[in-house]
């Protein structure tokens, strides 16, 4: 599939501001259609920590008109599947089914989304259903070090909050919390409506016009500002392997370097001929899982390092971790550059050929920057990406004397300390 032969996607605004976005995909059988909400963990109040979330949870449990048993089987009669995801900044609904269940799928997720009733026994199980969610990632040490390295970068602020909450407050959650968070959230200014793959454009504007005109405008405060701060969480416990991860204060979306710290990130650790992945698994077998990660928000974002290694060989990890970070900004080269750049294109393209990628990509650009992004234009930026932006990015995330965050679980005596990490770093 040549990406200039993709379509962009098209985009519409009813009269009450919802914005939808449509992008046909000639040759596919399936549809993906969803709903994207600019609201997330961030956006909680500090004692609403989990709502968000919560929220997502119990849109699918029971509505004016079905409930939460008849939606599952309504999806799945015609061999569809229906599902949603809460982040730090947005939360989205979303379904896959064949071209001819379409209306079904829209339907569905426009009742779940305006027509939930929140029934109170429903809500008394799914308490319990989101704590065991959150005792699950407390036994999963590769999932808790992210949310471990997230509160160390932004100790107590919304964006360094668990999306999951702590089990003792989403305990207490009522339905009237659900019912005020929905209604000072969920406006139509901050939803985004789409779909992809075997779509009539037309038909599905229609059809959403008529699901959604009802739905209002909301006055949402603006989320607390994110503010790196740094520090480290060390979580000791009797486990097999030391999993840690590194992060430093990263780049915005819509700063003009977001694109070339992906690429430095890329180069990094982002595939198996990697720096990281070559000198700390390939040369020195200190570790069989590690990888580079970039993540960026409206307003920060986070670059970091992940790996998970024998007790025995963290002493000799950490400094070789920390090597590779600040070599990246000294030597890195044009043949590496320009693979982690195709690596990059590539996965993009091949995105594209997925309808439930393409809907998600179509719906967060739309969030995001306002109108979906022309493919050939976010190919152009990455080909501008030269071995001097690598290097000067690598520079001002990994050299920029902020204090790096350090999160770290399992066997850490041989860890050595923070301070004596950020050493590597100074």
Do not use: C
Request: proline share 4%.
């Amino acid at each position: 599939m040549r990406a200039d032969a993709v379509a962009t996607g098209m985009l519409h605004t009813l009269s009450n501001g919802l914005r939808v976005a449509v992008a046909p995909m000639p040759g596919v059988e399936t549809v993906s259609v969803g709903v994207w909400v600019d609201v997330g963990g961030r956006h909680e109040r500090p004692e609403e920590n989990g709502l968000a979330h919560m929220l997502e949870h119990m849109a699918f449990k029971g509505t004016t008109r079905r409930s939460a048993l008849r939606i599952a089987e309504e999806i799945e009669d015609v061999g569809g599947y229906l599902n949603a995801y809460t982040s730090r900044e947005q939360t989205a609904y979303y379904a896959r089914v064949m071209r001819d269940d379409t209306d079904l799928a829209i339907e569905l997720i426009a009742d779940i989304l305006l027509q939930s009733t929140f029934p109170e026994d429903e809500l008394a199980r799914e308490r319990e259903v989101v704590r065991q969610e959150i005792a699950q990632v407390n036994d999963t040490p590769d999932d808790l070090i992210f949310d471990h390295l997230q509160a160390a970068a932004y100790p107590d602020q919304a964006v360094g909050r668990s999306i999951l909450g702590l089990p003792e407050r989403v305990a207490t959650f009522a339905r009237s919390d659900l019912q005020g968070f929905l209604g000072r959230g969920y406006g139509a200014q901050r939803m985004v409506v789409a779909a992809a793959g075997a779509v009539d454009p037309d038909a599905f504007v229609k059809a959403i016009e008529k699901l959604f005109a009802d739905v209002g405008a909301v006055d949402t405060d603006a989320p607390e500002a994110a503010v790196w701060r740094g520090g480290s969480i060390i979580d000791p416990r009797s486990l097999e392997q030391t999993h840690l991860a590194l992060g430093f204060d990263g780049i915005a979306i819509h700063d003009p370097d977001f694109i070339t710290a992906q690429v430095v990130s890329n180069l990094l650790g982002g595939g198996m001929s990697s720096r990281l992945f070559q000198e700390v698994r390939e040369k020195r077998g200190l570790a069989y899982s590690v990888f580079s990660f970039a993540g960026a928000m409206a307003d920060g974002g986070m670059v970091g390092v992940y790996a998970a290694s024998a007790p025995e060989s963290v002493a000799e990890l950490g400094p070789v971790l920390a090597e590779e970070i600040r070599r990246v900004a000294r030597d890195a080269n044009e043949v590496e550059t320009a693979r982690a750049r195709a690596q990059m294109k590539a996965g993009l393209v091949m995105s594209l050929e997925s309808s439930s990628a393409r809907l998600e990509q179509i719906a967060r650009q739309v969030l995001v920057h306002g109108q979906p992004l022309q493919t050939s234009d976010l190919l152009a930026r990455v080909d501008e990406v030269d071995v001097d932006a690598t290097r000067r990015v690598a520079a001002r995330l990994f050299e920029s004397g902020k204090p790096l965050a350090l999160a770290a679980v399992g066997d850490t005596e041989q860890l050595a300390t923070p301070e004596v990490f950020a050493a590597h770093f100074a």
